[in-house]
């Protein structure tokens, strides 16, 4: 889960927020879930748990980094910088969800990005190595792919309303807690945030943690109306504020991405705002309908059409109320085409062309993770022989990745047995494991005051 750069500030932000507020992007009165008594999520849960993946990622730590396993009672190895004998890594938790039987995932692009390996772990217990079929960062949503099928899927309702004072619930891994539920309520309709990106996110205060990014976000009928993206606080950690890219966003990504690099998204020439009561008023319109342009720096087409403080009304003969009608409309369009476009400007209605921009989603190509067995054995960098001599018999972990973080082992543990086997050296280890009939071994490890077997497959994780 990224640390969002936005600190909590002063009453002038929420002023301004409500001026970024979608205001009128749906009408809730009267919609059914919006109840005021708390709402029953144990058959929504019951629902969901199935399809709720735990993402497993490595990626590379920096030298600055604290091992993980630091409370080991050996001393850091000398030269164990990165760079010195090999790269090291950390793993890190996020969460997804499965939108079809045959292994599609739909996750964070930030929870992927970067990563040396991202492995899977369905409800059923299985670990999975997953290909991320592409990313697109203007949402912040990934797809990526387990191989298997008859899997669980969630059930999608982009079309449901998502209000003010709605109850809602997540599911996740928050610090690695494999599906946890959280429950809070909407806390504002979809906005886009102060010095972010133009698109809209459901404000809530269910309450979102790293490891959470990714899940599903749900009504009290188990229908997904959100994926869970950020938090609002300058520590990381959940402070009442989060926030989850709406589910029909998701949608569209999604569709972009399974098509790939032969279909390009198209976007206005222009960075738009929602308009709400207020802007309405200051621009002299009686109904807060329709986009506001909010800039055309650095656009092509700008100076053609859309100007800066422009009202957006329809755009190719379709009304434009808010921004969410604005993106599902532009879904439909074709980059580099020319559409009509009425807006307000300077107290009246004017009737001009718009170019439409090109925005291709980012992509990474599969087959980029490597997978354990491309790396050494168990996916454990070893302490060399001489260099732990001096220290307690058995052998410490220099850097784990593959299979072997999977299981839980960490920089600087001590392994001391593989199965019954006691060992005392990097070569002692390799041939008790080669040795080993099982797919599966069972390593001994030492972590500070405790000792404990860890069972950790000899390939790729099943």
């Known amino acids: 889960m990224p640390r969002t750069t936005l600190a909590i500030m002063t009453a002038l932000f929420s002023a301004l927020c409500g001026v970024f507020s979608g205001a009128g992007a749906v009408t809730c009165d009267g919609q059914p879930g919006t109840a005021a008594g708390a709402a029953d999520f144990v058959a929504a849960v019951a629902r969901n748990t199935p399809a709720v993946v735990h993402l497993l990622t490595v990626r590379e730590r920096s030298a600055e980094q604290a091992p993980v396993g630091e409370a080991s009672e050996a001393p850091a190895p000398e030269g164990s910088e990165a760079g010195a004998s090999g790269p090291l890594y950390e793993r890190v938790t996020a969460s997804g969800f499965l939108i079809s039987p045959d292994g599609d995932i739909v996750t964070s692009s930030h929870a992927v990005q970067g990563r040396r390996e991202v492995w899977a772990v369905l409800s059923d217990g299985r670990h999975l190595p997953v290909t991320v079929v592409g990313v697109d960062e203007a949402t912040d949503v990934a797809l990526v792919k387990v191989q298997a099928q008859g899997l669980p899927v969630v059930r999608t309702a982009p079309d449901a309303p998502v209000c003010p004072g709605q109850w809602v619930a997540a599911l996740g891994a928050p610090f690695g807690f494999e599906h946890s539920v959280t429950a809070g309520v909407v806390s504002a309709g979809p906005r886009a945030l102060l010095g972010g990106s133009d698109m809209a996110l459901i404000q809530m205060n269910v309450a979102i943690n790293p490891g959470s990014s990714g899940g599903p976000l749900f009504n009290s009928q188990g229908d997904v109306v959100g994926l869970n993206a950020m938090i609002f606080a300058s520590e990381g950690f959940y402070v009442g504020i989060s926030f989850a890219v709406p589910i029909d966003t998701v949608l569209r990504a999604v569709e972009r991405l399974r098509a790939g690099a032969t279909r390009e998204q198209a976007r206005l020439p222009a960075r738009t705002q929602a308009l709400g009561p207020a802007l309405s008023l200051a621009f002299g319109l009686r109904q807060p309908d329709g986009v506001l342009i909010a800039s055309t720096e650095g656009h092509t087409h700008s100076n053609d059409g859309l100007h800066r403080g422009d009202v957006l009304l329809s755009l190719a003969g379709r009304p434009v109320a808010t921004r969410e009608a604005l993106d599902r409309l532009l879904a439909g369009q074709a980059p580099g085409a020319s559409v009509p476009a ?108 405790y000792t404990l077997y860890v069972p950790v497959a000899r390939g790729p994780a099943r």
């Open 342 to 449: 009425v807006v307000w400007r300077e107290g009246r209605l004017r009737e001009l062309r718009v170019v439409l921009e090109r925005e291709l989603p980012e992509r990474i190509d599969q087959g980029v993770e490597r997978k354990a067995q491309d790396g050494p054995l168990l996916g454990l960098q070893l302490v060399p022989e001489a260099k732990a001599s001096q220290w307690p018999p058995g052998v410490y972990v220099l850097s784990a990745s593959g299979t072997g973080l999977m299981a839980g082992v960490d920089d600087g543990d001590r392994i001391v047995a593989v199965n019954a086997t006691p060992v005392q050296s990097p070569s002692e280890f390799e041939a008790a494991v080669r040795a080993a009939s099982s797919t599966v071994v069972a390593l001994l490890v030492q972590r500070g005051p």
